[in-house]
């Protein structure tokens, strides 16, 4: 049985002296947790339809965890060397992402191209939009989540995002590049307000409406708890377990109330702020009981994984595949792991391997697929 340790705020020195925050794993499982759910099949109506329907915005905690580490990593990285090396930090983004990204697409390629799973549009959607799922820039089309390969919208404005962020991190000041951002979500907030769905469909505006605020608002806290002056005052208010509690209480409660409207919502632009205050609280502390424990941090670590390969568990069972049927994977699970075995250095190709195989998926698909046929 697992033994949670009483837990502290960190003080300013251990927070700078900390490179990795056990807790953010424990809140990207939650994350992982509520993706998952949105993709499954619909439930009856009720509060679990509606925290179904919300799910989708654990993208946007992701989202948010994703702003603060690489902000910290990019401001820690200029105090120590003077300096923010671009080549470095996109080496690592890289390593990190592109592989079993680029393994992903080519993978779902092959399921569409070679078996008879998807529908001639889907084929032709998948043909049209590859130079964009390619290239990172799928969330600029017309209808980005269409085709086999929706989910690339987002790793798409997140990549997008990073580049940017980090060329400019390089060449242009601390302080311009926090005005920035902080115009950045303003603009965002106020145009997507008024500009709303219908003018969307112009390429100019999917471009410059691309950047997705729950990055912004992690990017601010980076900043903000970057400077000893910040963190003193944000660990003030957000610092106490009870105050953790009752956010992450408040969040689930709402979104059990319904379904939030998709676009520039009150309630959306206040959950993000609410989700910064999850990461904020996080992270200055020691450690978080649940978010720390094992099997939360073991989720976390491969939630990227999951949420490319819960692409096949959506297929087999929005297709109707036979209970029991394998998902179409390339590579026997034995082969694969002697590969990580020599690679194990390379984390990715560990998290590939526990991801892309989870027996959890295989009893799940099989049992979802026996309920959709009754």
Not at 21 to 41: E, M, Q, T, Y
Not at 143 to 159: D, H, I, M, V, Y
Not at 290 to 305: A, E, P, Q, T, W
Request: aromatic content about 14%.
């Amino acid at each position: 049985m697992e033994r949670f340790e009483v837990t502290r705020v960190h003080t300013y020195e251990e927070f700078k002296a900390t490179g990795r925050f056990a807790g953010l794993d424990g809140l990207r499982a939650f994350s992982i947790g509520l993706v998952l759910l949105h993709h499954l099949p619909r439930l009856p109506d009720g509060i679990l339809r509606s925290l179904q329907e919300n799910g989708r915005y654990g993208v946007s905690l992701f989202f948010v965890i994703s702003g603060f580490l690489i902000s910290s990593l990019l401001l820690r990285e200029r105090e120590k060397f003077g300096k923010v090396s671009f080549k470095r930090f996109f080496a690592r983004r890289a390593l990190r992402l592109f592989p079993l990204y680029c393994g992903m697409l080519g993978l779902v390629m092959a399921v569409v191209y070679l078996t008879p799973i998807f529908t001639p549009e889907s084929v032709a959607i998948m043909k049209k939009n590859l130079p964009a799922y390619l290239l990172y820039f799928s969330n600029w089309l017309p209808n980005p989540t269409e085709g086999p390969f929706f989910f690339s919208r987002s790793l798409a404005a997140e990549e997008q995002f990073y580049t940017v962020f980090g060329l400019l991190m390089v060449v242009v000041s601390r302080g311009a590049v926090l005005r920035g951002v902080g115009l950045l979500l303003l603009f965002k907030g106020i145009a997507t307000v008024i500009i709303g769905g219908a003018e969307r469909g112009q390429v100019i505006w999917r471009i410059l409406l691309s950047c997705q605020e729950p990055i912004l608002w992690g990017v601010l806290l980076g900043f903000a708890l970057n400077s000893r002056s910040g963190y003193e005052r944000i660990t003030r208010f957000a610092g106490s377990l009870p105050a953790i509690a009752l956010v992450l209480t408040l969040c689930l409660a709402w979104m059990f109330t319904g379904p939030f409207r998709p676009i520039a919502a009150a309630e959306e632009q206040l959950l993000f702020p609410a989700f910064t205050f999850l990461v904020v609280s996080t992270v200055t502390r020691t450690a978080i009981p649940i978010l720390d424990s094992r099997f939360c941090c073991h989720v976390g670590k491969i939630s990227y994984g999951m949420y490319l390969i819960h692409w096949f568990v959506i297929v087999a069972l929005q297709r109707g595949l036979p209970a029991g049927t394998p998902l179409p994977l390339p590579l026997r699970r034995r082969r694969f792991r002697h590969v990580c075995d020599r690679h194990r250095d390379l984390g990715l190709l560990r998290t590939a391997d526990h991801c892309l195989w989870p027996k959890t998926f295989w009893r799940y698909g099989s049992q979802a697929n026996q309920a959709c046929s009754n």
